[in-house]
């Protein structure tokens, strides 16, 4: 289903950018999926195959007009109905997000370290994590004790693993090697 959600994403991003619509759509999308994440009643009203089309759409519009959202906004969340996809709506919107920071060249990372990392140490991490990739890193950071010492570093599906837990499993496998 990721693909599927990707395709709809990569759809939204074209016809959003295309209009100079980009950061006003990702906003308008993040309140809509705030809704129906708060939601219940209207994730089950959207996903029951015993509602019509035409009451689907009536409260989708009736969502819409509410968030002020634009005509963009609208025509991808009645595609999205109409093809019976609104299980997808949270996926989609949250694939939507991650191609407009891609085309936008802002590149995502999370690093867990064994301990916490200091200002200065943060900032040399995201600048040459910004050498490396080429794009505006926006880093997020976690503790994870188990590393031992060091750090992980994952940008996309890309995982830099400069941990003492690793170089000791590394260490491991030599010595039984031998």
Known sequence: M????????????????????????????HEFAAAYAQSA??????????????????????????????KIIRNFLLVLTDHRRTQLIPEAIAAFH?????????AEAQVSSAVELSAGQKKEIAA????????????KYALDPALLGGAVVRIGDTIYDGSLRSRLQEMRARLAAE
Do not use: C, W
Request: glycine share 6%; proline share 3%.
């Open 2 to 29: 990721k693909s599927a959600s990707l395709q709809y994403a990569n759809a939204m991003a074209d016809i959003a950018l295309a209009q100079g619509a980009g950061e006003p759509a990702a906003r308008q999308l």
């Open 41 to 70: 009643e209207l994730r089950t009203f959207l996903a029951s195959p015993a509602v019509s089309m035409e009451a689907k759409h009536a409260v989708i519009e009736k969502i819409v007009a509410r968030l002020g959202a634009s």
């Open 98 to 106: 991650q191609v407009m920071r891609q085309r936008q060249g802002v």
């Open 128 to 139: 040459t994590l910004a050498r490396m990739t080429g794009k505006q890193v926006e880093t």
